[in-house]
């Protein structure tokens, strides 16, 4: 089955450690995005990439760092800069085109403490 | 400033009735409107959409309606079930690159929608 594969489901890091979070997809899409989600609020856009060996920096990028050297993997590295880390990320991705709805993963749970 | 926004934090509707989960907008230039929707520890799931250019959108139980002139959406939900409850979140599609169709998604704060047995 096509979907996009997000790994570990939770994990946890002490603060002032760099972290990095996997995204696998096999639906062929171009462009891959990771969002994070905090409790009461909407997703917000860390990183987006449309093509392999590019990305933008989303709304909230300070603190993230991306890579995009394969198609299929969009990896999300959480700094030891970022603030307030500890969050629900959710990493999706989707087919160019006007209106292509994302796909999104299950997402990670990352406590930092 | 929030582009997207969603303004009831909750709905509670009881089964078989109608549930309208409204969300409004301030950027004119956005092409398409999406609904997810959500349950806890797992990410987002499409719903339905809606182009700018059109006013409404019907899939089966769902219905997004369009009022441009209001920058307002609304999904409806009829009937109602208990397997809806989850929270739903309107979103917004923004185009990044009009040369190769590249875009991304704005969403607002979301809806958690109780549906009473």
């Known amino acids: 089955d096509g979907g996009i594969t997000q790994s570990p489901k939770y994990l946890f890091r002490k603060e002032g450690q760099n972290v990095t979070l996997s995204c696998e997809q096999n639906?062929?899409?171009?462009?891959m995005y990771w969002y994070r989600q905090d409790p009461g609020q909407g997703l917000r856009l860390i990183y987006y990439?449309?093509?392999?060996?590019?990305?933008q920096k989303g709304d909230i990028a300070e603190g993230y760092s991306v890579s995009r050297e394969k198609k299929e993997s969009f990896p999300l590295t959480v700094t030891s800069a970022q603030k307030n880390p500890t969050a629900f990320y959710l990493c999706?991705?989707?087919?160019?085109?006007?209106?292509?709805?994302?796909?999104f993963g299950n997402g990670t749970r990352l406590t930092v403490t | 400033d929030q582009q997207v926004k969603q303004n009831s934090p909750s709905l509670s509707v009881q089964e078989g009735r109608i549930s309208i989960l409204n969300c409004d907008y301030t950027?004119?230039?956005?092409?398409?409107f999406l609904w997810y929707k959500k349950y806890p520890a797992e990410g987002p799931t499409f719903l339905i959409s809606?182009?700018?250019?059109?006013d409404k959108n019907e899939d089966g139980r769902f219905t997004v309606f369009l009022n441009k002139s209001a920058k307002h959406l609304s999904l409806h939900i009829v009937p109602s079930q208990p397997g809806d409850s989850a929270v739903y979140f309107c979103?917004?599609?923004?185009?990044?690159?009009?040369?190769?169709?590249?875009?991304?998604?704005?969403f607002g704060s979301g809806t958690r929608l109780l549906v009473r047995p």
């Open positions: 979103a917004a599609s923004e185009y990044v690159s009009r040369g190769d169709s590249s875009y991304k998604l704005i």
């Open positions: 809606i182009s700018s250019i059109k």
């Open positions: 639906l062929n899409h171009d462009a």
């Open positions: 999706a991705s989707t087919s160019k085109g006007p209106g292509s709805p994302l796909h």
């Open positions: 990439s449309q093509i392999v060996n590019d990305f």
């Open positions: 950027n004119s230039m956005f092409d398409y």
